[in-house]
């Protein structure tokens, strides 16, 4: 059997793009576990031989998946910061960062929930999430660090930066993937005015 290849040409291309885009809406309606290889490339409708080709087996599909998700995830969470002064933060920076995490979560929740449920046995998807977890504190590690001139009583940015991801985290998951019955905007206000009361202060909550 040829090794996998990296498509160069247009029409490869295309066919790995197939192969990924049958292997997100089999996995959100059969699961991972549920979902086998040659069901995906008939669903995309390539011979096995095609799938293959660019994926050693069903596993090398799905990790090459996640990467390049939490890419996406971890962009459409920070590109936020691009409009504004990060050694200013305030609450409502603080709030529009929340509004992009909540847009993170929607970009493919069912996926999302089957990855994130395999993270605790799978040890290769769990690194993955890790390392992504560990760029996501350190995002907002470089953040309190930019204003720690004003931040006195936080002496510890790193464990203060875990603290906030994990609370984000958690009520991010909860109002998109594991579902609640209080609004989205007021999960986000309660917990923007959380993390801004915790990072700047009481006088930096609205009212």
Request: proline share 3%; charged share 30%; glycine share 6%.
């Amino acid at each position: 059997m040829q090794g996998v290849r990296e498509p160069k040409q247009q029409r490869g291309i295309k066919t790995k793009q197939r192969i990924i885009k049958a292997a997100y809406k089999l996995f959100a309606s059969k699961g991972v576990h549920g979902t086998t290889a040659r069901e995906i490339a008939q669903k995309a409708g390539v011979a096995n031989g095609s799938f293959y080709a660019y994926f050693k087996n069903k596993k090398a599909l799905l990790l090459e998946m996640l990467e390049d998700y939490l890419e996406i995830h971890f962009r459409t969470i920070w590109r936020s910061l691009d409009g504004f002064n990060v050694n200013e933060i305030d609450r409502d920076k603080i709030r529009a960062i929340l509004d992009s995490v909540f847009e993170a979560y929607e970009i493919s929740p069912d996926f999302h929930r089957q990855t994130h449920a395999l993270r605790y046995s799978d040890p290769a998807i769990k690194r993955i999430f890790d390392r992504e977890r560990e760029r996501e504190i350190d995002q907002i590690q470089y953040i309190l660090e930019k204003n720690i001139h004003r931040l006195d009583h936080i002496s510890k940015p790193q464990a203060a930066a875990m603290v906030i991801h994990n609370a984000v985290e958690n009520v991010a998951l909860t109002a998109k993937i594991v579902g609640s019955p209080i609004p989205e905007d007021q999960l986000a206000d309660g917990l923007a005015d959380m993390i801004a009361g915790f990072v700047l202060g009481p006088e930096a909550v609205s009212n």
